[in-house]
């Protein structure tokens, strides 16, 4: 039986307009994961396990969690208190960074929600920022095979944008290609492009030892990249916002900084 999880080996692409340009790319991978199917494919990898440490692995508690459930439980939920009819539901499938060598930082992953008869219904962007804040954002417009949604951030991911841009995601579902968009707008202007383009790699301890030898400590790295690339920033001299200037914009936070957290420890 072919399995449905996968292997994505992509390139992402960051291109900022406003108020000085800068542009970068590079190349990573994710993994395409059944929900249903973590612990089958934890007893049938030998480099992939689920909630146990290995060279990749997959912790429920490494996305957004409720009351302890695992992951597919934990959207559902989710969706519900957005409002999302959840009973159609019957398979979620994850793009998403592994822990490597049990590390792990997401910037973004995306699920998708299919019926029985593998019909989209919807998707969620899973945003976390470097203070390990994450937020959901719920797509359920389709427009000509891609989720659209353009929608206020009310999130901090960036010290070099104001938190009163809006967010725009075009994401198209994966097939043999993968292609996801994501801008940042100012009203009608778009002052930041993000692309993540890959190619499908069907997964297997051989591929995922490709991917170790040709993406080595792959989330470290990246985690690297996000403060390489604003320290160039702040370098060109580029506005610094703070965080804690307006926790207000800040909202439907999982996992709340103390900064913006109504309850400080």
């Not at 494919?41 to 459930?69: A, E, G, Y």
């Not at 019957?90 to 997401?106: E, S, V």
């Not at 778009?190 to 297997?204: E, Q």
Request: aromatic share 12%; proline share 5%.
């Amino acid at each position: 039986m072919n399995s449905p999880s996968a292997i994505y080996e992509c390139n992402v692409m960051h291109h900022r307009l406003s108020p000085k340009v800068h542009r970068f790319s590079y190349r990573l991978f994710y993994l395409w994961l059944d929900l249903d199917e973590l612990d089958l494919l934890s007893s049938r990898l030998r480099f992939f396990k689920h909630n146990q440490w290995s060279l990749f692995s997959f912790f429920d508690t490494d996305h957004i969690s409720k009351n302890s459930l695992q992951t597919k439980e934990s959207l559902l939920q989710t969706l519900k208190e957005s409002g999302v009819e959840t009973s159609s539901i019957a398979k979620i499938r994850l793009l998403t960074f592994p822990r490597i060598l049990g590390y792990i930082f997401n910037p973004v992953c995306f699920y998708y929600c299919f019926d029985v008869h593998e019909k989209p219904l919807c998707a969620v962007a899973e945003v976390t920022n470097t203070f390990h804040e994450q937020k959901p954002y719920v797509l359920t417009e389709q427009d000509g095979g891609t989720f659209r949604l353009i929608t206020p951030k009310h999130f901090y991911v960036s010290p070099f944008f104001d938190l009163e841009l809006n967010f725009d995601f075009k994401l198209r579902l994966p097939a043999d290609h993968l292609e996801i968009h994501i801008d940042d707008r100012q009203g009608d202007e778009r002052v930041m492009l993000t692309s993540l383009t890959g190619k499908r790699r069907n997964l297997t301890d051989s591929a995922l030892l490709v991917c170790a030898i040709k993406y080595p400590l792959l989330t470290l790295r990246v985690i690297f990249l996000i403060h390489w690339h604003a320290l160039r920033l702040w370098m060109k001299g580029l506005t610094v916002y703070r965080k804690a200037a307006h926790p207000e914009l800040q909202r439907g936070v999982h996992n709340p900084h103390h900064s913006i957290s109504p309850i400080k420890p």
